[in-house]
């Protein structure tokens, strides 16, 4: 029972063998949800069709930071529609991006706010995008009473101190295939000291592969890696492992088990 709580299966890279990879990571890995993620008109499109067509598979929309200079009033008009779609269960991925800087910082920051004022609205959780950007993220979602909703802290990437903060203001952490890098000192702190219920494995696939498939292209079914690395460093069972954070994915996205 491992739950994928972040993909792109939807992702060019996956066009020649989709079906497989979903069927791999289906029956061969233990993966039995995923949240595939849709950030631009395109994509959310595609998520949904993904959704729609396998039933163990959700689907997240919103507007990517490094897009927002494209979004429009009209765009998040559609994405509030689409929030009374059975298979949506979060808005996201959303947030700040300064590394790419492709869209002006106080366009990310008034899409960012626009979104997560609709989740409120709306009482769906978020998936955040935090990168090189953690004081303004931290500043906009205490602004926004992003708290009132939660949500995930997608592929964590601060310290113990910003996780705490996040924590705080009740959103889940989600790590992925940089917990298993040899070099990587923050996530494997975070994966040891975040408490077990507020704990999620994602994949970003087909981005940030785990080892050793690092720099390779990233699958679902790699969750299995990410999960056993974290139990490694907990001293936990893959198994234990994987159902909490089952659990965890599941309260989160408001799913059970007749969903």
Same mark, same amino acid.
């Given at each position: 029972m491992l739950f994928d709580s972040h993909a792109h299966l939807n992702d060019g890279q996956f066009d020649e063998d989709r079906e497989e990879v979903i069927r791999r990571?289906?029956?061969?890995?233990?993966?039995?949800?995923?949240?595939?993620i849709g950030f631009n008109r395109e994509t959310i499109r595609t998520s949904l069709e993904l959704a729609e067509t396998y039933d163990f598979i959700y689907s997240a929309v919103g507007w990517h930071p490094i897009e927002a200079k494209h979004c429009t009033d009209e765009d998040l008009d559609w994405i509030e529609s689409l929030t009374d779609h059975p298979k949506v269960v979060a808005l996201g991925e959303m947030g700040l991006d300064y590394h790419w800087d492709t869209s002006p910082k106080g366009v990310q920051e008034s899409v960012f706010r626009q979104q997560i004022r609709l989740a409120r609205e709306v009482n769906l959780p978020i998936i955040i995008h935090d990168r090189d950007a953690h004081e303004d993220v931290l500043r906009i979602l205490r602004e926004e009473k992003a708290d009132e909703v939660?949500?995930?802290?997608?592929?964590?990437?601060?310290?113990?101190?910003?996780?705490?903060?996040?924590?705080?203001?009740?959103?889940?952490?989600?790590?992925?295939?940089p917990v298993t890098f040899k070099n990587a000192k923050d996530p494997k702190v975070i994966a040891e000291k975040v408490p077990m219920d507020r704990l999620l494995v +994602?994949?970003?696939?087909?981005? $940030?592969?785990?080892?050793?498939?690092?720099?390779?292209? %990233?699958? &679902?079914?790699?969750? !299995? #890696?990410?999960?056993?690395?974290?139990? +490694?460093?907990?001293?936990?069972? $893959?198994?234990?492992?994987?159902?909490?954070?089952?659990? %965890?994915? &599941?309260?989160?996205? !408001? #799913?059970?088990?007749?969903?």
């Open positions: 990571a289906r029956e061969e890995y233990g993966v039995s949800r995923i949240v595939n939660g949500g995930v802290m997608h592929c964590f990437s601060g310290d113990w101190e910003m996780a705490e903060a996040c924590l705080d203001l009740n959103f889940y952490i989600g790590l992925g295939g +994602e994949t970003d696939c087909p981005y $940030l592969a785990p080892h050793p498939h690092r720099g390779k292209r %990233n699958e &679902s079914g790699y969750i !299995r #890696l990410i999960a056993d690395k974290i139990a +490694e460093i907990r001293g936990m069972t $893959l198994e234990e492992v994987a159902r909490q954070t089952y659990e %965890n994915a &599941s309260r989160l996205f !408001r #799913l059970n088990e007749s969903s």
